[in-house]
T-cell receptor, first 112, second 113 residues
Framework: GENVEQHPSTLSVQEGDSAVIKCTYSDSASNYFPWYKQELGKRPQLIID?????GEKKDQRIAVTLNKTAKHFSLHITETQPEDSAVYFCAARYSGYSTLTFGKGTMLLVSP | EAGVAQSPRYKIIEKRQSVAFWCNPI?????LYWYQQILGQGPKLLIQ????????DSQLPKDRFSAERLKGVDSTLKIQPAKLEDSAVYLC???????????FGSGTRLTVV
């Protein structure tokens, strides 16, 4: 089955800095890669996603890049704010299936 | 649209007791998932339903966990008997064929003592 590795496990930045979280996946047939944000005690919420036919996608301060050859994808957050502090999960979906396999998460801490 | 509803929000039980969780997905979402999220880890799939049929239960510990989705809408997940290592948040999610992203419920935080 699919395996997703996520790094780093924790990331501390100053407000206004950029943050990058990286994930790798094992199955080259995976075709959908979402990112979820989970605040303490709350449900994971989808913040951005990318399909395998696209190399990059942006939504205001967040962007996701995908390198299919290397089987890795990254989340980029620019101009970080304290409210960006949360745990971020990447996930991958194997083609033909709807199940998502999640990474272990990255705790992002943005200091004012 | 209404979100994915789960209950209860919290549950504390002693080991070897039984517990049940309930989930009501978004209306019209045929696919329903139960995930287990242990503290500090990513969600791990337990079972996937398509309407009222099981699509994937390969990671469900069937000696103690069971789940059903009668009439293809609501679903219940049961643990009997519970072990200490079952302490986790149990997340329900649903999705539709038109869009691959999940919508998660708020989860049930289970503590087994």
């Amino acid at each position: 089955g699919e395996n997703v590795e996520q790094h780093p496990s924790t990331l501390s930045v100053q407000e206004g800095d950029s943050a990058v979280i990286k994930c790798t996946y094992s199955d080259s047939a995976s075709n959908y890669f979402p990112w979820y944000k989970q605040e303490l005690g709350k449900r994971p919420q989808l913040i951005i996603d990318i399909r395998s036919n696209v190399g990059e996608k942006k939504d205001q301060r967040i962007a996701v890049t995908l390198n299919k050859t290397a089987k890795h994808f990254s989340l980029h957050i620019t101009e970080t704010q304290p409210e960006d502090s949360a745990v971020y999960f990447c996930a991958a979906r194997y083609s033909g299936y709807s199940t998502l396999t999640f990474g272990k998460g990255t705790m992002l801490l943005v200091s004012p | 649209e209404a979100g994915v509803a789960q209950s209860p929000r919290y549950k504390i039980i002693e080991k070897r007791q039984s517990v049940a969780f309930w989930c009501n997905p978004i209306s019209g979402h045929a696919t329903l998932y139960w995930y287990q999220q242990i503290l500090g880890q990513g969600p791990k799939l337990l079972i996937q339903f398509q309407n009222n049929g099981v699509v994937d239960d390969s990671q469900l510990p069937k000696d103690r966990f069971s789940a059903e989705r009668l009439k293809g809408v609501d679903s219940t997940l049961k643990i009997q008997p519970a072990k200490l290592e079952d302490s986790a948040v149990y997340l329900c999610a649903s999705s539709s064929p038109r869009y691959p992203g999940y919508t998660f419920g708020s989860g049930t935080r289970l503590t087994v003592v």
